[in-house]
């Protein structure tokens, strides 16, 4: 298992320096932010970014993400350009010997919270989900904004958007990503890079636009779409975790079965009424998913893979990036660290008795 940290580059008020003092973190989870969705990420980008990492004593992993352009989503005839890009920006990172591509394909918005200063019992602060909340808003009407949201977006864009999407329904939408992933698997394979898609955050439709990643089915359809080693899936607990139907470690079970598990997120939520959940610290018994479990099945499966710590809360008045501060992440590495010894010896002790 290669644990991993997520660094938001330069900008990120957390250093790379700090990250090499939590216990075996070696590996860097990152991405280059300035470049426009859509274009091409230069060799010489990649090649720079790669360089300040290794220079900081870590390997650079996993590139999380890079983005697909809405035309792609969306299917419209503009989109062969932008796949020729994404060709050529796997091809480069190929050639920068970067193993691993971490993406999505939500309509619009990443990941979606209605606050990310929720406070909790200990007087820590997390990012929360209130359904009621979100269902009351409509993105098109004043000047709302939410955490996560793109907001390089006019609001006449996101208007022209929307209306682009009330077009297709969610069979359009996975069309759309089986001619995606036909076009640009054999390229990973080329460049021998796994690709791992992320499942939607949350794991329903937001705002009357469609979201397919969401459950065991859907993971197996989207795995179906073109069986390669390449074609993966980056098993977010988190998100998965915040449908109650989902049945997390089964899931992960199931799909390291398959294979096809290319990179892990690990974080806890605690489901409460409705769909509504909040982010909670790592540890089991402070949310609703067993990370016992998560790792020991893991384990069994030897997998080999990054997984890395996902948000944590902001604690010790820390002040920075909505669920990438570094103290609550380093707490999240240091316990699944400790989990993972524990499973790993366990295992062990059970195959030579
Ligand atoms: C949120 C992240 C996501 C993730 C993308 C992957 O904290 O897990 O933004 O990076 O969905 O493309």
């Known amino acids: 298992m290669q644990m991993s940290f997520r660094w938001f580059g330069k900008e990120d008020p957390v250093p790379l320096s700090y990250i090499r003092q939590i216990p075996n973190v070696k590996y860097i989870v990152s991405a280059i932010y300035d470049i426009p969705v859509g274009e091409v990420w230069p060799v010489d980008r990649i090649m720079a970014l790669k360089k300040t990492i290794e220079q900081a004593g870590f390997k ?9 352009h809405e035309d792609i989503k969306l299917g419209l005839p503009t989109r062969d350009k932008y796949i020729d890009n994404y060709k050529q920006t796997i091809h480069n990172l190929g050639k920068a010997g970067i193993p691993r591509i971490c993406y999505n394909f939500m309509p619009i918005f990443d990941w979606t919270r209605s606050s990310v200063d929720y406070k909790l019992e200990d007087g820590s602060t997390a990012l929360m989900y209130d359904d009621e909340k979100i269902r009351q808003i409509d993105p098109l009407k004043g000047d709302f904004s939410l955490p996560g949201w793109d907001t390089s ?12 999407y009330h077009q297709i329904d969610k069979e359009n939408l996975w069309e759309n990503l089986e001619y995606f992933i036909r076009e640009i698997i ?3 394979e080329e460049e021998n890079i796994k690709m791992a898609i992320h499942p939607d955050d949350p794991p329903w439709d937001i705002f009357g636009l469609p979201r397919i990643i969401t459950n065991l089915d859907n993971l197996k359809r989207f795995l ?7 074609n993966g899936i980056c098993m977010c607990s988190g998100s998965l975790a915040e449908d109650k139907n989902n049945n997390f470690p089964e899931m992960l079970r199931e799909i390291l079965k398959e294979g096809k598990v290319n990179f892990v997120h690990l974080r806890n939520i605690k489901l409460m009424d409705g769909r509504s959940f909040k982010e909670s610290g790592h540890l089991s018994e402070n949310g609703s998913i067993d990370f016992y ?4 099945i893991l384990s069994d499966f030897n997998y080999e893979g990054p997984v890395r710590p996902d948000h944590g809360r902001m604690i010790w008045g820390e002040q920075g990036r909505p669920g990438y501060g570094l103290y609550d992440r380093a707490l999240g590495a240091a316990y699944l660290n400790g989990l993972w010894e524990a499973v790993r010896k366990e295992q062990k002790e059970r195959t030579f008795s």
């Open 186 to 188: 054999p390229v990973a």
């Open 153 to 164: 977006y006019k609001k006449e864009e996101l208007a022209d958007l929307f209306n682009q």
């Open 224 to 230: 179906s779409l073109y069986d390669s080693p390449n």
């Open 60 to 68: 650079l992993n996993v590139i999380e993400s890079v983005p697909i």
């Open 293 to 296: 479990q998560v790792m020991k």
